[in-house]
Nanobody, 130 residues
Framework: QIQLVESGGGLVQAGDSLKLSCELS????????MGWFRQEAPTKEREFVA?????????AYADSAKGRFTISKDNAKNTLFLQINNLRVQDTAVYYC??????????????????????WGKGTQVTISS
């Protein structure tokens, strides 16, 4: 099992920046991929944001995330990050950290599918005010 705990969310103003963190623990995950998803409302599907290979440099971004979102990691501290710049009201959502042992970075059809990610954190709420 892998445990993921997100932090860094909150209420911020449009135009501000925010850096989310996700602390990882549990079984060895050196071959895993790590990612961020967001969910605007409980009735909506979780939307893929970005992913990174835990050991390596491969990354993937949703088209909507390119330019303002940056995924990064600190392998020594077992921490995943998501930097969001120039926040918009539409970025309001619960942001989830996820992990998967599957080689999802090979295809958008794989990494963007929540069902391909078996491990999830509980999420951190990000609310943007205008």
């Amino acid at each position: 099992q892998i445990q993921l705990v997100e932090s860094g969310g909150g209420l911020v103003q449009a135009g501000d920046s925010l850096k989310l963190s996700c602390e990882l623990s549990g079984r060895a995950f050196s071959t895993y991929n790590m990612g961020w998803f967001r969910q605007e409302a409980p009735t909506k599907e979780r939307e893929f944001v970005a992913a990174v290979k835990w050991v390596g440099t491969d990354t993937a971004y949703a088209d909507s995330a390119k330019g303002r979102f940056t995924i990064s990691k600190d392998n020594a501290k077992n921490t995943l990050f998501l930097q969001i710049n120039n926040l918009r009201v539409q970025d309001t959502a619960v942001y989830y950290c996820a992990a998967t042992p599957f080689p999802v970075l090979t295809s958008p059809g794989l990494y963007s599918t929540p069902a391909r990610w078996p491990y999830w954190g509980k999420g951190t709420q990000v609310t943007i005010s205008s």
